[in-house]
């Protein structure tokens, strides 16, 4: 195809060789019936001037069907036709048309061209010369254009798929060998190379027999199928077998070959693909060589030993096992398992701790017995005193293996022990000093005398199963062990205890470390020191009493002296400083005076504060009301909390009754408390913000006073102890210690009680409690009784059972109904049906442990959140230390303390309200 610059368009047609119908035609006619047959063609016909410039003078309208340019183009547009050519193929094409009008006959040129959306399309062009020419015309190229697009990509993926095979057999493990139906070589792969020795040049075209086949194999049947013939050429038979080889050295070596037929171009191809066998070969003769050692091993074995499938049938034992049955090895394989029995059971008195003894009808449940695949040990007690002991294991076949072996001896020694244990045991038991043993390494409970019983409160199944559980404090057993294993003995060690029901006494232990069954064993005696303790504390107490009140009666002497001689001078001083600040006029001086102000009214703080710590009995008792006292601690604050920006929010529920109570001491306490928040919330972000709340906790019958900031918050190991005298964590010189002491004492002198929730960055929470009036009139005891609404729902998670018993009844004692679950899944589906008011769960524990049951409840019951706690007795463990501190929430550590208990139930049931 040739696009040439512009000429006349008019060329005469060449003459052409018609039937005489056609050239009867008119020529309107035959120009329409020609236009008609090009148009439907996917041919593209052309005609080129060679004389004027090769320009195109004549192309078929369906070069638009095929290449999408109108055929327009290629004859007004000069050069547009060669321009569509790919530039790669631009020199091919123009010395191919350039050497065309010296040639005879046809020209083929294969090039690319650009269709009308971008893409190259592949074009065979033919071209030849109108040679019959008239003289003086011009000369003409006729050519026609066919897509050969498809054609092209079919023999491109022909040659990839070639290519891919070829890589195939390159890469493949085994060695590739394929004849032609004469039994010579057509294709050798590298594997094949390197197994035989030979190159694939060498091995193309020669006979397999004469390269690979060794001569006594050429005819040899293998399996009824000759894997070659006579010849030497392979078998036209699919198979697989195993068979020897031979290598280009004419060594042999053994080889597995499997054969395949296929046909090319309607010829027949066998393909042999073959691997070598000899590590495989050598690995089967090694395993059949453990094998018998194996069996030598089981045939000189004392017990019996047998083999079964899976349908209980025999398929190998020892003459240990087939002795007592009157049978040989030989004679069992074949026999079945239920019939085995029958002949056996005979001789059989117990079976498993059953007696069976001439009752077949439990045969067939020693036959199910047998069947568990548990590889639990089932003893068998025979008529004639003697003892066997089967083990069975399930085979991976669904088979089984059982070992049967002679416990007589073992049997009989046992007993003697149990006799001999039994009259020890008599002996204890009748002694009235409470006795036990124990493991030393782990604290388990090897024997324990009623005495001892008793003493803990333990009935003979229930109750701690660990002497760990009996220590309060585990640093005393770690340094009793650490006595006992040093003198073997201890004596009059005295520490503290706790019973089942959680109570605590001191005891004094006495204990010797011996040697039972492998194992260290510590053989104690313990004495009760409750009454000697109670006693020696009671002596104590009025003792301590006595000097006390002499100390607090001079203190309180003491003091009152010192606030007569301090208030005076320091009244001086105040009113000193405060004329200053308001005639000076210099600002340095104004701060001078602040600060000496400041410092009189801390003093004059002091003195109070130790007046109130003297002073052990609230004064002038009566009945007050807690909002108003509030509210009066609020004016005397009031202008301290404004200059420091602490917005101040009021939540005061006036249906709260009246306490009875010394106003003036509650407000101090009051007073000490929003003094202690403000100091909690300076150098902290805004806003400061400071919550007092009261309401009727009408279950127990108290008024309920919170004072609630979001300062700085309170360490844990602060708040431990911020309620013991001259603890502060202020700086030396700012503060005393003792302001939440006589805070503490006061409320408790009140019959109430004082409680913190805290945590760093989160502020603190004081909650205080004061029995009601009405509450302290119903009293007739030192505790209040409720009725059954006023107690919590409460759920609590322990895998172990008797650490969840002992919290169940401690709080089952307040009034409280307790749910218990072993898991935390056992707790979920608890939760699917039931809301509870607090939940206490484990941290260890298996199937689902608490930091996962945390996870989930976040995800299912974010509500439950406010309400959960979590007990541990492994609070060294970086993780759970970790996960506590993430979670935020309180924790118990193991030993649980009642008194810690219900606080902790008490903030749970604060933070769900």
């Not at 070639?162 to 057509?186: F, M, P």
């Not at 009666?553 to 009113?575: C, F, T």
């Not at 006589?742 to 960055?761: C, E, F, K, T, Y």
Request: a negative charge; charged letters at 30%.
């Amino acid at each position: 195809m040739i696009a040439d610059p512009k000429a006349d368009p008019a060329a005469p047609a060449s003459p052409v060789s018609v039937p005489v119908r056609y050239a009867e035609m008119g020529e309107a006619h035959r120009a329409a019936l020609l236009d008609f047959a090009v148009a439907h063609s996917s041919i593209v016909f052309y005609l080129v001037d060679i004389d004027a410039d090769r320009r195109t003078v004549y192309i078929s309208d369906n070069v638009e069907a095929v290449t999408g340019h109108p055929a327009a183009r290629f004859v007004d547009d000069s050069g547009f036709g060669t321009s569509l050519i790919h530039p790669d193929d631009m020199d091919t094409y123009f010395g191919t048309l350039d050497a065309t009008p010296e040639k005879t006959g046809e020209t083929v040129i294969e090039y690319r061209l650009r269709d009308s959306d971008g893409d190259y399309m592949w074009i065979r062009d033919r071209l030849r010369m109108i040679e019959d020419s008239a003289p003086g015309e011009p000369r003409m190229l006729v050519g026609s254009m066919a897509d050969i697009t498809i054609e092209k990509e079919a023999v491109a993926r022909v040659g990839q798929a070639e290519a891919i095979n070829r890589v195939l057999l390159g890469n493949v493990l085994d060695a590739i060998v394929a004849t032609d139906e004469d039994g010579l070589i057509v294709e050798f792969n590298p594997a094949a190379e390197k197994m035989f020795g030979y190159s694939r040049g060498r091995a193309i075209g020669q006979p397999i027999g004469d390269l690979i086949v060794s001569d006594e194999h050429r005819a040899g049947p293998d399996g009824g199928v000759p894997l070659f013939a006579a010849d030497g050429r392979m078998s036209r038979a699919s198979r697989r077998l195993e068979t020897q080889a031979k290598r280009a050295d004419g060594g042999l070596f053994p080889v597995e070959i499997a054969i395949a037929h296929a046909e090319i171009d309607g010829k027949a191809i066998i393909i042999a693909d073959i691997q070598d066998i000899s590590e495989r070969l050598a690995a089967r003769a090694e395993r059949q060589k453990i094998a018998q050692l194996l069996q030598d091993a089981i045939n000189s074995m004392s017990e019996g030993f047998v083999i079964s499938a899976p349908d209980s049938t025999v398929l190998y034992c020892n003459e240990a096992f087939s002795a007592p049955y009157g049978m040989t090895p030989e004679e069992m394989v074949g026999s079945d398992r239920t019939q085995n029995i029958k002949r056996f059971f005979k001789n059989v008195r117990r079976f498993d701790g059953r007696l069976v003894e001439g009752d077949t009808s439990q045969i067939r449940w020693i036959v199910s017995r047998l069947a568990d695949y548990d590889g639990e040990p089932i003893e068998v007690e025979l008529t004639n005193g003697e003892w066997r002991l089967m083990v069975n294991h399930r085979t991976t076949d669904g088979g089984s293996v059982t070992i049967r072996a002679d416990i007589t001896g073992r049997k009989r020694a046992e007993q003697s022990l149990r006799q001999s244990e039994a009259l020890i045991r008599r002996i204890l038991d009748a002694c009235p000093v409470p006795v036990g043993m124990t493991q030393a390494e782990d604290g388990r409970i090897i024997y324990e005398s009623p005495a001892s019983r008793q003493m803990f409160q333990r009935d003979s199944m229930g109750g701690a199963m660990s002497a760990r559980d009996f220590f309060v404090d585990p640093a005393d057993r770690d340094r009793y062990l650490e006595i006992l294993r040093r003198d073997r003995r201890v004596d009059a060690f005295e520490t503290f205890l706790r019973r089942s029901d959680g109570t605590e006494f001191c005891a004094s232990v006495a204990a010797r470390l011996v040697e039972y069954q492998g194992h260290e064993v510590v053989v104690s005696s313990t004495y009760d020191l409750t009454e000697r303790r109670k006693l020696e504390e009671e002596m104590a107490r009025q003792r301590e009493a006595l000097h006390q009140s002499e100390k607090l009666s001079a203190l309180g002497e003491l003091l009152a002296g010192v606030s007569h001689e301090l208030n005076n001078p320091l009244s001086v001083v105040v009113g000193q400083a405060m004329l200053l600040r308001e005639t000076a006029r210099e600002p340095a001086i104004v701060e001078r005076a602040r600060k000496i102000g400041d410092a009189a009214d801390r003093c004059a703080r002091i003195v109070k504060t130790f007046l109130a710590m003297a002073r052990q009995q609230p004064s002038e008792m009566r009945p007050v009301r807690l909002n108003d006292i509030v509210e009066s601690a609020l004016e005397m604050t009031g202008y301290m909390l404004r200059t420091h920006d602490v917005d101040v929010s009021l939540e005061l529920n006036p249906t709260v009754p009246s306490i009875m109570a010394d106003g003036d001491q509650i407000n101090q306490v009051l007073t000490n408390l929003i003094v202690n928040a403000l100091h909690a919330m300076e150098n902290q972000p805004m806003p400061h913000r400071l919550r007092l709340v009261t309401h009727y906790d009408r279950g127990r019958r108290q008024a309920v006073l919170k004072v609630i900031d979001n300062g700085r918050g309170v360490p844990e190991e602060v708040a431990s102890r911020i309620f013991e005298p001259f603890f502060t964590t202020k700086d030396l010189g700012e503060g005393t210690g003792i302001g939440l002491t006589i805070v503490h004492r006061i409320v408790d002198a009140h019959g109430g009680a004082i409680s913190l929730d805290s945590a760093p960055g989160k502020g603190a929470t004081f909650v205080l409690r004061f029995p009601t009036c009405a509450a302290i009139g119903d009293q007739d005891g030192d505790e209040i009784e409720g009725g059954e609404d006023t107690g919590l729902s409460v759920l609590v998670i322990d895998d172990e059972p008797e650490v969840a018993e002992i919290i169940r009844e401690s709080l089952a004692s307040d009034g409280h109904t307790v749910d218990v679950a072993t898991s935390g899944r056992a707790a979920l589906e608890r939760l699917l049906f039931r809301q509870y008011d607090a939940i206490l769960s484990d941290v260890r524990m298996p199937d689902l442990d608490g930091p996962a049951l945390y996870s989930v409840v976040c995800d299912r019951h974010p509500e439950l959140l406010a309400r959960m706690a979590f007990i541990t007795g492994d609070t060294m463990s970086p993780a759970i230390r970790r996960f506590l501190d993430d979670a935020g929430r309180p924790y118990l550590e193991k030993p649980v303390m009642p008194a810690e208990l219900r606080s902790l139930i008490s903030r749970l049931a604060e933070a769900g309200a």
